[in-house]
């Protein structure tokens, strides 16, 4: 017999996997960007364009094996999900790059900050993009 708590993870596991691997991929967003940023003093587009780049080879791995157990298992269908899953990623990185730029350039605060503002919007849009349009069932 299960557990209230193995119904409820069983119930809505897409979901807890997501904001699981959503968070892991931020902890990733963060960190290397901060590296990129604070450390390596690169400049913040650069610093964006690597940092997202990681990420979401992070996130299509994660993804694809654990969130949304993608059952494609031919080439064409792989390459099909990895090109619709970069382009919703890169419409979303470029969305998450104008506010980090709002933020910076005409607001005038903390970059760091407004990574992580942009993080949250990004995460919300991509499980949207992602379940709706890339790892729906077929």
């Keep these: 017999m299960k557990t209230s708590i193995q119904n409820v993870f069983q119930k809505y596991q897409e979901a807890i996997f997501y904001l699981f691997f959503g968070g892991a991929t931020t902890v990733v967003s963060i960190v290397t960007y901060t590296i990129f940023s604070a450390l390596l003093h690169w400049e913040v587009t650069v610093s964006y364009v690597l940092s997202w780049f990681l990420s979401v080879l992070f996130a299509y791995i994660t993804n694809r094996i654990w ?21 919703a990623r890169i419409v979303t990185g470029i969305l998450g790059w104008l506010i980090l730029m709002f933020g910076v350039h005409l607001l005038h605060q903390n970059d760091l900050i407004w990574n992580g503002i942009q993080n949250i919007f990004v995460i919300v849009s991509n499980y949207a993009l992602s379940k709706l349009y890339i790892f729906k069932d077929k």
């Design 67 to 87: 969130v949304f157990q993608s059952q494609v298992k031919h080439w064409q269908g792989i390459v099909q999900e990895i090109w619709q899953f970069y382009l």
